[in-house]
């Protein structure tokens, strides 16, 4: 199974920008679809982006205008760039391969260790 490890995360003061990263061990290219989702202390994992490889992308309410997902499939890389970052936005942010049923996605893959990202004064 193809591994997938997220790093980028770290400390920024509102209204900052972080660029987070999720390396494969192996091609990506295979994924149709893949994005990325956060977990906050005592809420539920969340998604927040998807990316498909026709070019579809979909975000969150509370993230869309903020937040830009991307995928270099030659790196087996893809990417959530994080502009005027809010306290809200405190989370640990995971990466993981989806599957698609109607409008819904999920994923039957485990979790990496994600990154943490904290937006604090």
């Known amino acids: 199974q193809v591994q997938l490890v997220e790093s980028g995360g770290g400390l920024v003061q509102p209204g900052g920008s972080l660029t987070l990263s999720c390396a494969a061990s192996?091609?990506?290219?295979?994924?149709?679809?893949m994005g990325w989702y956060r977990q906050a202390p005592g809420k539920q994992r969340e998604l927040v982006a998807a990316?498909?490889?026709?070019?579809?992308?979909d975000y969150a309410g509370s993230v869309k205008g903020r937040f830009t997902i991307s995928r270099d499939n030659a790196k087996n890389t893809m990417y959530l760039q994080m502009n005027s970052l809010k306290p809200e936005d405190t989370a640990v942010y995971y990466c993981?391969?989806?599957?698609?049923?109607?409008?819904?996605?999920?994923?039957?893959?485990?979790w990496g260790q994600g990154t943490q990202v904290t937006v604090s004064s």
């Open positions: 990316i498909s490889n026709s070019g579809r992308l």
């Open positions: 993981n391969v989806l599957s698609s049923r109607g409008p819904y996605y999920y994923t039957t893959r485990d």
């Open positions: 192996g091609s990506i290219a295979r994924f149709n679809t």
